[in-house]
């Protein structure tokens, strides 16, 4: 299986602040044929199942802020709130869909300071 | 726009079978992959599987054993059994679409998930 190890397991940030959170995999998701990175992002609210917000590393989904942004190529990728607002405290996950079984980043949980 | 909606018992008997259904609505389930996901009480996300709408299947190897998952797109329907259910098998789950990986690959529309206690 690949691991995907997210760090930090959480952070603070204040209020218009950057926020950037690290997703590392321990093989490459790149997938050779079509030349993407098969690693998508979610944003996870309390109560709430998890909300789409960056596919092939670094594609938004529609109607997603451009606050967001994803970045990084085969094994190490980054999401980075570029300034962080309040509804955006939740939980995010990294999720790597290259091999089966896919799977999930543990999440990192963000705060505002 | 595209709704999902699982439905099932919220508690099973340990060594008893885990029933759910995610009816989907405002949309056509042809041309994606139907996902089941599930996340113990605070914790993470752990992928189950997913079946095209023409029938092809993926399971997790670490629950292939005791997994299936159906597709009825007459009823806009599909389905996760999970057999002998222990107390790790408590948690949300969650039934998901999935995009192609050609279309982008990502888990774009998921119900609200329901939950289950053993």
């Known amino acids: 299986d690949i691991v995907m190890t997210q760090s930090p397991d959480s952070l603070a940030v204040s209020l218009g602040e950057r926020a950037t959170i690290n997703c590392k995999s321990s093989q490459s998701v790149f997938y050779s044929p079509e030349s993407k990175n098969y690693l998508a992002w979610y944003q996870q609210k309390p109560g709430q199942p998890p909300k789409l917000l960056i596919y092939?590393?670094?594609t938004r989904e529609s109607g997603v802020p451009d606050r967001f942004s994803g970045s990084g190529s085969g094994t190490d990728f980054t999401l980075t709130i570029s300034s962080l607002q309040a509804e955006d405290v939740a939980v995010y996950f990294c999720?790597?869909?290259?091999?089966?079984?896919?799977?999930f980043g543990q999440g990192t949980k963000v705060e505002i300071k | 726009q595209l709704q999902l909606q699982e439905s099932g018992p919220g508690l099973v008997r340990p060594s008893e079978t885990l029933s759910l259904t995610c009816t989907v609505s405002g949309g056509s389930m042809n041309n994606y992959y139907w996902t089941w996901i599930r996340q113990p009480p605070g914790k993470g996300l752990e992928w189950i599987g997913y079946?095209?709408?023409?029938?092809?299947?993926s399971y997790n190897p670490s629950l292939q054993s005791r997994v299936t998952i159906l597709v009825d797109t007459s009823k806009s329907q599909f389905s996760l059994r999970l057999s002998s259910v222990t107390a790790a098998d408590m948690a949300v789950y969650y039934c998901a679409r999935k995009i192609a990986d050609a279309a982008g690959g990502g888990l774009d529309v998921w119900g609200q998930g329901t939950t289950v206690a053993v």
């Open positions: 999720h790597q869909y290259s091999t089966t079984p896919r799977t």
């Open positions: 079946i095209y709408y023409s029938g092809s299947i």
């Open positions: 092939w590393a670094s």
